[in-house]
């Protein structure tokens, strides 16, 4: 088995500041993802890693970068937090690209932006 | 673009109850999959489901891929499956984890 660690847990930020949020996997997996999960809506994917040194745009990565360590961390930064902003961003991983169906995800961190 | 469409929004039960959770999607997909999202907000997979029908436990998923449409079937509920629950799809194309996901149905037991 494995686990995915998302830090923190809960995260609370000023308008305009830079935050990033972490995330660890020993799955030894591939493929890592961030998605972004606003109140009563399904998720939407930022930015994936299909492998080391890889990176990805999503849907919805503008205002967001990137960052993938090594295999088992992979970054995001909120390049500017918005002003009431609020979300909860998930981070998954899978053994490689075309294997969805080992997808696990991250218990989330809390955004708030005041 | 891609559009997956659940119902109902939520739903209660009274414990021992059925439920049965919808999820139609707007073009052809590749694959499918249910989540479970807990009240803490993990999420954890219950079914990878191209096409038929499984089962796990109190759980059935059953995904019509020509008629883009999958069902979630949980039997004699209890209070314990409360959450939220999600369906994604993958595709047109590779099966990978770029999944398109719905808005969810959030499900309240009750003893």
């Known amino acids: 088995g494995g686990i995915i660690t998302q830090t923190p847990k809960f995260l609370i930020g000023q308008e305009g500041q830079k935050l990033t949020l972490k995330c660890q996997q020993n799955?030894?997996?591939?493929?890592m993802y961030w998605y972004r999960q606003d109140s009563g809506k399904g998720l939407r994917l930022i930015y994936y890693?299909?492998?080391?040194?890889?990176?990805q745009k999503g849907d919805l990565s503008e205002g967001y970068d990137a960052s993938r360590e090594k295999k088992s961390s992979f970054s995001l930064t909120v390049t500017s937090a918005q002003k009431n902003e609020m979300a909860v961003f998930l981070c998954a991983s899978s053994r490689d690209w075309g294997s969805a169906e080992t997808l696990y995800f991250g218990s989330g961190t809390r955004l708030t932006v005041l | 673009g891609q559009q997956v469409q659940q119902s109902p929004a939520s739903l209660v039960l009274q414990e021992g109850e059925n439920a049965e959770l919808q999820c139609n999607f707007s073009t052809s997909l590749n694959s499918m999959q249910w989540f479970y999202q807990r009240p803490e907000g993990s999420l954890v997979s219950l079914f990878y489901?191209?096409?038929g029908t499984k089962q796990s436990g109190r759980l059935t998923s059953t995904t019509v891929i020509k008629e883009r449409r999958s069902s979630l079937h949980i039997s004699s509920s209890q209070i314990t499956d409360s959450g939220t629950y999600l369906c994604?799809?993958?595709?047109?194309?590779?099966?990978?984890?770029?999944?398109?996901f719905g808005h969810g149905t959030i499900l309240r037991v009750h003893p």
């Open positions: 799955f030894n997996h591939d493929t």
């Open positions: 994604a799809m993958d595709g047109p194309g590779a099966n990978t984890g770029k999944l398109t």
């Open positions: 489901n191209p096409s």
């Open positions: 890693s299909i492998t080391e040194n890889d990176l």
